[in-house]
């Protein structure tokens, strides 16, 4: 991977890379990139853990919402999951709809990550039938669901500082095999362009991530989708939240063995680099691409709405070991307000449907 970073940076303009270039060569490169490794990523044995590696129950729960959702809306059962990781959602949605919904359905995952199409291939099937394409725009135009988890967070950014009043560009140069930062003055239209849209205001020695991909890949998304619901579950601020003097140094971080690294150029190739994402942005651009925003929920607030509760066993069982309090306890962990789920939202977009998306 260095190798490869030190020929990208040396024939780079002033022998430099900003950090929206340097993200996408280590997690994306096709031979050297975090994500296309033949490495596992996700659980005990990873870097880091996501929601449906916790339990099953929640692509259970989603499935049976989505259901409902078509039923309410007159909506053709396609959903449609971006970045699927080791497959464990995809699996439990499509168990809970043979076992309990029982009608046709549409499962498409877009994923581009060679060593995870192999997991899901290995997990999924010959059970359960897939469509998997690498890109959306493989994929025609269709009704249903487009689903993430995750996604917006792991997508390359800019990060941009403000230094003696004057905003500059954070890059990554390379001396001697080793990885370091420097400075420009920021030049890039575009950046000033979204921080006018987002009215934010740096405050000296602020740092914060620039999204410039988001708008391609909300764009994307509406393209694809004829009518129907775009779900985004990710963690994020809004646009006041970037304001909080805790948000100084912005959310640039990595992980590694699950620890975080505050230095993203370490370990390049071998750790997972993560953003807090711009939910204002999010919702502006997709307003922009004609996905109205509906709502956002917490992830355990979403949960609640969606039914989890009556999926709690209501008889005691004495055996912390038994299904039914393994289950039980899953369930609880997932909306307790301490839990993985406070610190989740999911923004909830629709194109084309006005109906009523929780049936209480």
Known sequence: ????????????????????????????????????????KIGGQGDFITTSN????????????????????????????IGAGNGRFA?????EWENSIKSPLNYIIVESSPYHLSL????????????????????????GMVFSNELFDAMPVHVIEKVNGQLYEVMVGIKNESLYEEKIPLTNSSIYSFLDASR????????????????????DISRVLKKGLVVTADYGYTNEDW??????????????????????????GEMDITTHIHFDWLILKGEQAELNFQSKLRQDEFLLRAGILKELKDHYDPNPFSDVSKRNRAIMSLIMPSGMSSFFHLVIQQKGINGNLFQE
């Open 200 to 219: 934010l205001l740096l405050k000296e020695k602020q740092r914060i991530e620039v999204p410039l991909l988001m708008e391609g890949m909300v764009k």
């Open 54 to 81: 916790i339990s099953d129950i929640y692509g259970r729960i989603v499935a049976k919402w989505f259901a409902s959702v078509c039923k309410y809306n007159d909506l053709e059962p396609t959903f449609c999951e």
């Open 1 to 40: 991977m260095i190798t490869y970073l030190k020929s990208l940076i040396s024939n780079a303009p002033v022998n430099l890379i900003n950090y929206a270039e340097y993200i996408e060569a280590v997690l994306y490169h096709p031979e050297f990139g975090y994500y296309m490794k033949n490495k596992q």
């Open 243 to 268: 304001k909080h003097p805790s948000r100084i140094k912005g959310s640039l971080r990595g992980y590694y063995q699950h620890q975080m690294i505050d230095d993203v150029l370490e370990h390049p």
């Open 120 to 143: 899901q291939n290995e997990l999924i099937k010959p059970r359960f039938s897939v469509t998997q394409v690498n890109k959306l725009d493989e994929l025609e135009p269709f009704e």
């Open 91 to 95: 699996l439990s949605f499509l168990q």
